[in-house]
Each structure stands twice: as C-alpha cells, then as structure tokens.
C-alpha cells in the first residue's frame, strides 16, 4: 500500500491518500506561523487504521516543518505520541521559555 501526503495550505492541513484514491484516508491539521507549526489534529478514516497513514501524515508533516527552520507544537495527542516514539524528531519540539519576573 503506497501513501501519498501533500500539504494543502488553504485547508491548513496535510492530506494522505491511498493507492491513488481520491478518497482522503487521513488528515493532519496545523496551525502556522513564521517561526512553529502547531499540530491540532490527527484523524484517519475507520478503514485505514493500522496501515501507515498516520505515521506518513506525520512523518511527512514533520519533514517538512524541519525542512522550513520550523519548530512544532505538538496540541494533538497522535503527533505527541509520534514524536515520542521517534527521538530523532525531539529536535523540532517547541520549548516554551517563560521569564519570572522579581
């Protein structure tokens, strides 16, 4: 089963499909601004569970936010746990820095 991921930037979301279907297997919705890329949601359909799609989704998204000089906030749970699983993206986590004032 071959996935294809694209980004579509007026939907403000990653699109997969399968085989080449129209049909959209899953999505990863994102949030952007110059400096990070927020990751809301995941969501693959029923039928494509457990085949890849969401880790193409995020694979592919997180390439790409590194190949932008993008930092990733990850809100929703599915890329979280992604990134959790795959250290080698830990370097393009957002890491908020607050200041305490005296």
Known sequence: MAVRVSDVPEAKR???RVDGESKVAGVAQ????AELVAFVHTEVS????GRGVGAALARTALD???A????VLATCPFIAG????HPEYQDLVYQAHSRVSD
């Open 14 to 16: 990653y699109e997969a």
């Open 30 to 33: 994102y949030i952007r601004t």
């Open 68 to 71: 932008a000089h993008l930092l």
């Open 46 to 49: 029923p039928e494509y569970e």
């Open 82 to 85: 992604w990134i959790a699983r």
């Open 64 to 66: 790409e936010a590194r």
